[in-house]
């Protein structure tokens, strides 16, 4: 079992940016490939980033690809999501989830933290 903990939320201006992160208690994250999803007001949870176990494969919504980047620190024990250039529809609460294995998924988390708001301001 693995509890998952986000960080690091909070209210921007758009243009600005912010860092999350995801910290694992309970097992190592070595092993486990994590990822970022998000769920606006109204909306789907959607995904936004995934790393693999080894952090050498990830991979990114359109919506995010180019200004926000996964990572992970396995001596930590945490994930992060830089996000630079966030705009309005950046607005979520965001989850970080992760499983063990040594695929790169974008689905079929079996771990998930209880989310971080992040509200970007126009």
């Known amino acids: 079992q693995v509890q998952l903990v986000e960080s690091g939320g909070g209210l921007v201006q758009a243009g600005g940016s912010l860092r999350l992160s995801c910290a694992a208690s309970g097992r190592t994250i070595v092993n486990f490939a994590m990822a970022w999803f998000r769920q606006a007001p109204g909306k789907e949870r959607e995904f936004v980033a995934t790393i693999n176990y080894s952090g050498e494969d990830t991979r990114y919504a359109d919506s995010v690809k180019g200004r926000f980047a996964i990572s992970k620190d396995s001596a930590k024990n945490t994930m992060y999501l830089q996000m630079n250039t966030l705009k309005p529809e950046d607005t979520a609460v965001y989850y970080c989830?992760?499983?063990?294995?040594?695929?790169?998924?974008?689905?079929?988390?079996?771990?998930w933290g209880q989310g971080t708001q992040v509200t970007v301001s126009s």
């Open positions: 989830a992760a499983k063990v294995t040594r695929l790169t998924m974008i689905g079929g988390f079996d771990y």
